[in-house]
């Protein structure tokens, strides 16, 4: 499955590694994973200022449904 993150930049992230860096970070915390999911594509959207990566997610039947206690 494929899922989109929109990074938004400002003045101090002006290398594209570090908005890479940045992808793969929140790629991670979305997904809960301790490994980096992939980055399948990272875009510049001059008219909005903004970056969209694409990454994406291996799909774990247990993590769509949470325990019953």
């Given at each position: ?43 510049y ?25």
């Amino acid at each position: 499955m494929l899922k989109a993150l929109v990074i938004a930049t400002h003045e101090k992230t002006t290398e594209l590694g570090s908005i890479w860096a940045i992808a793969r970070s929140e790629a991670r915390k979305r997904e809960q994973s301790k490994e980096n999911p992939p980055i399948r594509a990272l875009r510049y959207f001059p008219e909005l200022s903004v970056y969209v990566a694409v990454y994406e997610t291996v799909d774990n039947p247990a993590q769509n449904f949470k325990q019953i206690r």
